[in-house]
């Protein structure tokens, strides 16, 4: 059986997070999504832990289900056509900031968490280190090395995996504030990294490039601060919903991790280089010839990951290459109709057909990546049309950089326009 998982996200209190990110509607959207297991996430916030003890009970080893008492609780109904069997695991996020080798490192990393026992003594380990009851993703001033050290203290079966690791500012390999290497962060611990999780900016082809990662597994995840953004990243394991499972498909068993779902990469906000605040968007090549520096202000540059993953590659990028398991390009659904609309993304048209399309064919991963483009056609002969040019890889691309998002589109200026006026004529 295929699992689609999402092992990284955040609850209401973590900062920057949507008010709605409660256990039910968690709960819910993972089925509206298409999504098997998913993180509770922030499981180190001493409210939401309180949460998430009284509200999620262990069906099987380390993974939860919601309560029956709390399913009345969403803020939506779940379409029929989306309903299944979905499990919460325990999994966090951490931001360290410490010097080494005269640096100053900023780095997140995720915490895998066998169970609740295991989670609580976690928190009891990290409070004695630092604040952990202020966000939901706390920071603290501890070595990465230290953390794993102490995790292991803990539990043999924690998994620490490196953060959206080609983050300029926050990231294991980040331009800014990170490392070359795992090693050169983890040093005689390196062994017990296993993983390695890719972010919205880079996929498996650009990672391939760097052989040394070739004995990690690529894994990826949302990292979403709202229910819409669940599951915008995904990793699909084939293996039993349970942690023992996936912890050694992690592990030992990297077959047993089937691929992932992906954002085309240049959509994340650090994909190219540039400067947000002049609206100055660049190449590596072009960034290189600037000197690192802007012509207008002279300010440094913010170097994204397509350039930094240039100057750690030591192959060519190939996309063919057996070595790199299988990956799905997507677009999320509500952009796609906030396209074909012309609306905003969150406007209520949006959202209304967004819940058309899924009461009526299905969850929204199935939508984008299993069902048959004539199966979509037969409700939406546009949108079937648009999801078989994402599928394809047919699309039109503007990256983003330095936090700015970048753009997907699926139709070139004016095209859906034309094609609604010639289906009027007919
Ligand atoms: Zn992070």
């Not at 390196?190 to 052989?211: F, Q």
């Not at 012309?342 to 064919?361: C, T």
Request: hydrophobic share 35%; proline share 4%; net charge neutral.
């Amino acid at each position: 059986m295929t699992l689609v998982a999402d092992l990284h996200i955040h609850s209401r209190f973590s900062r920057a997070c949507s008010r709605n990110l409660t256990m039910p509607n968690l709960w819910a959207w993972a089925q509206i999504k298409g999504i098997d297991l998913l993180t509770v996430a922030d499981f180190t916030h001493p409210f939401w832990f309180k949460e998430i003890c009284e509200q999620l009970e262990e069906i099987d080893s380390g993974v939860y289900h919601l309560k029956e008492s709390f399913k009345k609780n969403t803020d939506i109904i779940i379409p029929k056509s989306c309903q299944k069997e979905m499990r919460f695991f325990l999994s966090t996020e951490i931001s360290l900031i410490y010097k080494k080798g005269e640096k100053v490192r900023k780095i997140h990393h995720i915490i895998m968490s066998p169970n609740l026992d295991i989670a609580a003594k976690i928190n009891v380990a990290l409070e004695k280190r630092g604040n952990i009851r202020s966000d939901g993703r706390p920071i603290l001033g501890l070595d990465s090395k230290e953390l794993l050290k102490m995790l292991l203290n803990i539990s043999p079966d924690i998994q620490l995996i490196p953060a959206h690791v080609w983050t300029p500012h926050f990231a294991i390999f980040g331009s800014k504030t990170g490392f070359d290497s795992v090693e050169e962060c983890f040093e005689e611990l390196s062994d017990h990294i296993c993983a390695l999780e890719t972010g919205l900016s880079s996929d498996p082809a650009m990672n391939y490039r760097i052989s040394k990662n070739d004995k990690y597994v690529l894994v990826s995840n949302s990292d979403a601060h709202s229910l819409q953004k669940l599951g915008r990243e995904a990793t699909l394991f084939d293996t039993e919903a349970t942690y023992p499972s996936i912890l050694n498909a992690l592990r030992k068993d990297h077959q047993k991790v089937k691929g992932t779902i992906e954002f085309f990469p240049e959509e994340g906000k650090y994909h190219a280089d540039g400067l947000r605040d002049e609206q100055l968007c660049l190449d590596p090549k072009e960034t290189k010839e600037l000197n690192f520096t802007s012509p207008y202000s002279g300010k440094k540059i913010t170097v994204g990951v397509l350039h930094r993953i240039d100057d750690l590659a030591d192959r060519r990028q190939d996309k063919k290459s057996a070595s790199v398991k299988p990956y799905w390009s997507i677009i999320p659904l509500q952009e796609i109709i906030g396209e074909i609309l012309g609306v905003g993304v969150n406007s209520k048209k949006a959202q209304a057909k967004y819940f058309d399309l899924i009461e009526k064919i299905g969850s929204e991963f199935y939508i984008l990546k299993d069902a048959t483009i004539s199966e979509i056609s037969k409700f939406d002969e546009i949108m079937g049309l648009a999801i078989k040019r994402m599928r394809e890889g047919n699309v039109i691309i503007k990256p983003g950089y330095d936090g700015e998002f970048g753009v997907i589109k699926l139709f070139s200026e004016g095209e859906i326009g034309e094609r609604s006026q010639m289906k009027l004529k007919l």
